[in-house]
């Protein structure tokens, strides 16, 4: 059974930052590219970042570029999100997320979710 189990979220001020970790099973974490996504009190999912299988490639959405750094550990079975610098705009609730192939644009498996509120 694949589970993908979000961690590291919590209340944070303006210009602060956490890192947010995804641990995953049930599959070969390594053939797989992963993702983050985002959902806002009242909005719709947002992309913000993604790493093929490897590690070796990433991407960010405009809005959290320069800011975010997405990272994985393919020994440990582990996703992560450094957020750094983060503004009120940050707070939602992130989801990691698995791609079916190494790279892409389909999710099959999505985590529970962690909330992370920047708030002063």
């Known amino acids: 059974e694949v589970q993908l189990v979000e961690s590291g979220g919590g209340l944070v001020q303006p210009g602060g930052s956490l890192r947010l970790s995804c641990a995953a099973s049930?599959?070969?974490?390594?053939?797989?590219?992963m993702s983050w996504v985002r959902q806002a009190p009242g909005k719709g999912l947002e992309w913000v970042s993604a790493i093929n299988s490897g590690g070796g490639s990433t991407s960010y959405a405009d809005s959290v570029k320069g800011r975010f750094t997405i990272s994985r550990d393919n020994a440990k079975n582990t996703l992560y999100l450094q957020m750094n610098s983060l503004k009120p705009e940050d707070t939602a609730v992130y989801y990691c997320?698995?791609?079916?192939?190494?790279?892409?644009?389909?999710?099959?498996?999505w985590g529970q979710g962690t909330q992370v509120t920047v708030s002063s």
């Open positions: 049930g599959f070969t974490f390594s053939s797989n590219g």
């Open positions: 997320a698995k791609y079916l192939g190494s790279w892409g644009t389909q999710f099959d498996y």
